[in-house]
């Protein structure tokens, strides 16, 4: 019963940052200098009236407050509007680019993690020692670099001097396969991922790393563990419990990590020229595409506010102190 | 003073700050400075570009001898757009570049837009609020003239006051440099203001024959287009590529002058009534004859539905009535000496049978996605794959038939991704604007060439003539010597390209170009003197002052 009042708190909480989370992009973006009809042409040139009437077509013409109402009641029925500049629903505009990030992140987000958490316990587990040191640092260097000069340097290597990935881009524009294994499905699509994958792996993989290190720190000197060690556990049994205990605040990090996947890595994408929302809500912000902007926006807020939500109830959950709080 | 840092701070942040704010400081900036006091800081706006960012390190540099001292603001194009040219808010002086549309080809573009009076106004382009009333007599004159030998006449002389009054530095016509596989791929067509590989010109890709078996082009760029409905943007990447398809009534050869292209000729019957002649045996690429009836259809269409993005046409287009079997006669509301390069050369052969049948519920025939477009032109739509390519098919029932098979247009947001699939052959032609070194890097690779096309586009610096000390002629002249174009082109361009006589018409088009005029002469003493004769002088830091009262 306690629990589910908590969840009931909770789920209101989410509620309201969601709805003041709509009202501050609906009036963030209109903030901006500029008018939608301006930005359309890049100089500005389309005549007064002309740019009158398109303001009369999307609607601009009236009091932002009705312009408030009419997006927050299409919103509430799922619809997203137009998009100014595409003229298309934002939802079209918006599902093949969010279905391009996707395919690069997952495997980004997942690699991540699993080479986090598997780094992180073996380092853990040798504290103090020349590996460890070693290890923690080489983790470190490429996080501390920025994303595109990482891109940058494999593009270089790989692409440029071996030529043995494509330069960009999500698959080649007509592809014509020479052998039986560019012939094997997703054959160009995987290869256009290998560089892009590593730089955004590389690139995050030190945080789940060296949280799972220090979680497992911790871990090692718990009851359990001593007890384990007395009862005569291998060592390969006791690492196994140890990683295993240790894993929940990677798991709650990695919640933080797959909203800001939706959001796409814009650097990642102008670097590999891949096609994904991250470059769609530069250039949405850019042409003050407004009702783009917004969803695209909303969208990133929404999923980690839910993930959130989600882990809450989890600790919830587990922890009956925590829903008292 | 604290307000001022705190919005400095907010600035710097990237956050904007509500309009009334920003009147403030431009106001304080506004101020008339006390005669005989130190001109103050000169507030320069420019876009973060590579060669603005250069220019001004160079111009800060020449004109720090004159001692005055610059106030450099960088921000992106579209921060520009929004302040400079939609709220009419330059600071003493900003930078830009024009890039060459073929519709600035006809000279009225750079000439009425960038320095008419009725241009001074939000959203125009004569942000520098020139007002002149012998300049605006002559270019109204020029507008309305449509006899060529005197229009020149005019045009040649509505140059002489932008150079004597001096509202922006022109500096230079930057050169077109693309790039292609001549291994792969020969008969180029460098175009004026075009080069070798923007759609503005279609004439370009004609030649175009392939001499391997792969029989369609890969070019690459840095746009995208937006949409396949050619009656929604007025955006000229996204038009000129969708005009691929929809034929234009005109277009421009390969030396950049008028064609037929949709149609077989035009008359100028009169100044307000013109006589097109439809290209007989033309087809859509449904198969579909075009005839008369689409020709008429498309300019009721455009004049009833006056797509913002087609403005000019309905401006221009009074009606259009089929007066023969190919004939349509098109009235016109007022004389437009541009007409045929603007109008007839924008507007394009809309099928009938497609647009009077979209379904209902379109707030207007824009919104249709237009998914598979038909059109009459020298390419067939062939797919779009948003952020990945737009493929074209070769349309043989067009007049002049394309040699090759298509051509497959990829965006490429990054100049080096692009100059490295054009090295690996993963592009056969890379279609934006190279900079000499990396051209020079191109050329070293034995099946690459480089071709530079000369074009109207611009760079100027323009002046706020409602700002002191701009409001003096005396100062502009002397920015005019104190800036050293050939320099300033070599430096950052490699001296690539045109140096300006100092007018809105670059001296390459010499059909319009003022041969009599040029620009003060670059020299720092020159300078100096016009300043001691507008009555400026110098304090003993050699800090410039305002002339005495």
Redesign the interface.
């Known amino acids: 019963m306690a629990f589910w009042r908590y969840a009931g708190r909770r789920g209101l909480h989410t509620a309201v940052t969601l709805l003041l989370l709509v009202g501050f992009m609906f009036v963030l973006f209109r ?5 939608p ?15 009158q ?2 303001r009369v ?1 999307w609607g601009l013409d009236r009091p932002l407050w009705q312009q408030f109402i009419a997006y927050a009641l299409n919103l509430l029925q799922g619809n997203l509007g ?1 998009s100014f ?4 629903p934002v939802s079209e505009v918006i599902a ?2 969010l279905a ?1 990030t996707v395919l690069l992140m997952a495997p980004v987000v997942i690699l991540a993690i699993v080479i986090g958490v598997a780094g992180g316990s073996w380092l853990g587990w040798r504290r103090g020692g020349r590996a460890e040191e070693i290890g923690a640092v080489l983790a470190l260097i490429p996080r501390a670099l920025p994303v595109f000069w990482t891109g ?1 340097v494999l ?1 270089a290597l790989f ?2 001097q071996f ?1 043995w990935f ?9 592809f014509f396969p020479e052998n039986w294994w560019q012939r094997l499905p997703f054959f160009d699509i995987t290869r256009h991922l290998v560089l892009p994958v590593a730089t955004g792996v590389l690139a995050s993989v030190a945080d789940p790393l060296m949280i799972q290190r220090t979680a497992l720190l911790e871990v090692r000197h718990e009851d359990f563990m001593v007890l384990a060690r007395a009862r005569g556990l291998s060592g390969r049994a006791q690492r196994r419990l140890a990683r295993r205990n240790a894993i929940l605040p990677v798991l709650t990090y990695s919640a933080i990590m797959v909203g800001f996947a939706f959001g796409g890595q814009v650097l990642l994408e ?2 590999f ?1 891949w ?1 994904g929302i991250g ?1 769609l809500m530069v250039d949405s912000v ?3 595409d407004y009702p783009v902007a917004q969803a695209a926006f909303l969208m990133m807020a929404a999923v980690v506010v839910f993930l959130n939500l989600l882990v809450d109830l989890a600790y919830g959950w587990l922890d009956p102190r925590i829903r008292g709080g | 003073m604290r307000r001022r840092a705190v919005l400095q701070f907010l600035a710097a942040l990237g956050v904007t700050v509500p309009a009334g704010m920003v009147d403030a400081v431009l106001g304080a900036a506004a101020a008339q400075p006390a005669p005989g006091s130190p001109v103050p800081r000169l507030g320069v706006f420019t876009p973060t570009w590579p060669d603005m960012v250069e220019l001004w390190r160079q111009l800060s540099r020449d004109w720090a001898p004159l001692g005055i001292e610059l106030d450099i603001q960088q921000g992106t194009l579209d921060t520009f757009v929004a302040q400079v040219v939609a709220e009419q808010k330059l600071p003493h002086m900003g930078s830009m570049s024009w890039g060459g549309a073929p519709d600035r080809l006809d000279p009225d573009y750079f000439i009425s837009e960038m320095f008419h009076s009725r241009r001074d106004i939000k959203g125009g382009l004569n942000f520098g609020h020139y007002h002149s009333a012998e300049f605006d007599r002559l270019a109204d004159a020029q507008r309305a003239e449509t006899d060529v030998p005197k229009r020149q006449q005019l045009v040649r002389e509505v140059q002489r006051p932008i150079v004597e009054d001096s509202p922006a530095l022109i500096l230079f016509h930057r050169d077109i440099i693309h790039a292609y596989n001549k291994a792969r791929f020969s008969g180029v067509t460098p175009i004026f203001g075009n080069g070798i590989g923007f759609p503005y010109m279609p004439m370009a890709y004609m030649g175009l024959t392939p001499l391997t078996p792969r029989k369609f082009i890969k070019i690459t760029t840095i746009y995208d287009i937006a949409s396949l409905n050619p009656f929604l943007t007025p955006e000229i990447y996204n038009s000129t590529t969708l005009r691929l398809m929809y034929a234009t009534f005109v277009t421009r050869d390969a030396k950049a002058d008028l064609m037929p292209w949709a149609l077989e000729s035009w008359s100028i019957v009169d100044p307000k009534t013109v006589d097109i002649v439809l290209r007989p045996g033309s087809k859509f690429h449904d198969g579909k004859p075009a005839t008369v009836d689409d020709v008429k259809f498309t300019f009721d269409f455009i004049n009833k539905w006056k797509f913002p993005a087609l403005s000019r046409v309905s401006d221009a287009v009074e009606s259009a009535e089929i007066t023969g079997d190919h004939t349509v006669r098109l009235k016109l509301r007022t004389v437009y000496a541009p007409f045929v390069a603007n109008v007839l050369g924008y507007a394009f052969l809309a099928p009938k049978h497609i647009w009077e049948n979209l379904p209902s519920g379109l707030a207007t025939p824009a919104d249709w996605p237009n998914d598979h477009p038909v059109g009459s032109g020298p390419w067939r739509y062939g797919e779009w794959k948003k952020g990945e390519f737009i493929q074209f098919a070769a349309n043989p029932d067009f007049f002049i038939k394309p040699k090759l098979e298509g051509m497959v247009v990829m965006p490429v947001p990054q100049m080096e991704s692009m100059v490295g699939m054009l090295e690996r052959g993963d592009s056969d032609m890379l279609a934006w604007n190279l900079d000499m070194t990396l051209g020079a890097r191109i050329s070293k690779s034995a099946d690459l060439e480089v071709v530079r096309t000369p074009t109207h586009g611009q760079h100027e610096v323009r002046l706020n003539l409602a700002m002191p000390p701009c409001d003096n002629k005396a100062f502009r002249i002397a920015l005019q010597h104190a800036t050293d174009r050939k320099k300033l082109l070599d430096i950052i361009f490699s001296g690539a390209g045109t140096v300006s006589q100092g007018a809105p018409i670059t001296p390459a088009l010499t059909q319009w170009a003022n041969p009599d005029i040029q620009a003060p002469a670059p020299s720092i003493d020159q300078a100096r003197a016009a300043l001691k004769d507008g009555g400026f002088s110098w304090n003993g830091e050699g800090r410039l002052l305002m002339p005495a009262a």
């Open positions: 903030m901006i200098p500029g008018d009809t301006t930005m359309m042409l890049g100089t500005g040139e389309l005549p007064a009236e002309a740019q009437r398109l077509l137009m500049y595409f003229r298309r093949p680019m391009n940058i593009l692409a440029y030529r494509p330069i960009g881009g999500i698959r080649e524009a007509f102008v670097v020229n096609p470059r850019t042409q003050r």
